[in-house]
């Protein structure tokens, strides 16, 4: 979600490709999953689309989720907070399947596959395979009625199953799909829920990350910048996101959601030869998710919303429609 260049410029777009999908990963692993919930009388929730459960599901129980993704990032906020735009759009279809499993009656385990059709206009595509997400979690404390709350910690690991050097100057930073490094998240979520009226329930959630990557071995242009004479060393910056996640059911099936994100990445250096720039400057990204479910039953629903920019520096300015199907066994 970082632009690297003062002056934009085409064979960059693997590097701001990458950090628009680091970025993505980085909330997105944040990815909820059925508020699971022990009471049947309860409301049914399924999303929000970003901010994660702080539900763990117990063993002998699981959760299937895809979510489709179709991203539009048409420009950049510069280092002054200001939109410059693309001559042409750089999106990508992104399909993430995640399979939660319990283990235990307070931990569970994620894998979350990823899969990119990337393209420019008409003018450059690419289909490739990504990062690949794992994570286990802890329950810590469980909302008891109207009382206390919900709270839940999590190690995520993505291991760098994408295409993030070598990449095709032709192809407009299409055949990016990586970091090409390991990524650690440690992760806090916490969530509560209120009875407002009758069958009415509104729940919140905070979910607070870290996402740490160790250096790593570039040649050539890759997806944090350079060019073809490129050798060296990057050292990613640390990604900190922040979200809110909100739930109101209007009846027992229609629940309005909304999420807050707040993604903060610190300086990526590199080190090493290049005639063109590796690395960005620090940058921020505030975005914002509505959406809309519709519970067919307490274990499953379907979400859909969009996703975009409202401010943000040396970060993408987009505007994303997100949709999942929910399926809690």
Known sequence: MVKIYSG????????????WLTCLSGVALCAD?????????GPWFTGPLLTASAFTIPNGHYNIQPYLYANNNFGLFNRHWHTVRFPEAASNINLECYLQMGITP????????????????????????GDLYTEVSFQLAQQKGDKGF?????IGELFPTGVYQHLNPNKLGT???????????????????????TFHYLAARMSMA???????????????????????????GTLFPLLFGFEYNMTQ????????????????????????????DWAYSLSFAPAIEYNYSAEVGLIAGVWFSALGKNSFNFLNYVVSLNWYI
């Open 150 to 154: 919900t709270a839940k910690f999590a």
């Open 8 to 19: 934009l410029n085409w064979d960059g777009m693997g590097s701001l490709r990458l950090l």
């Open 33 to 41: 999953y059925i508020d699971f919930h022990p009471a049947a009388s």
């Open 175 to 197: 055949d990016s799909s990586g970091g090409g490094t390991f990524a650690t998240t440690f992760q806090f979520i916490f969530s509560r829920r209120w009875n407002t009226y």
């Open 106 to 129: 307070f931990m569970d385990f994620t894998i979350a596959p990823s899969f990119f059709y990337n393209y420019v206009g008409d003018e450059e595509s690419s289909w490739r395979f």
């Open 253 to 280: 099936n229609w629940v309005l959601a909304l999420d807050v994100a707040n993604a903060l990445r610190l300086k990526t250096k590199f080190r090493g030869e290049t005639i063109f720039p590796v690395g960005w």
């Open 210 to 236: 870290c996402t740490l990557s160790p250096q790593l071995a570039v040649h050539g242009l890759n997806s944090y910048g350079g060019d073809r004479t490129t050798r060296g060393r990057v050292f990613p």
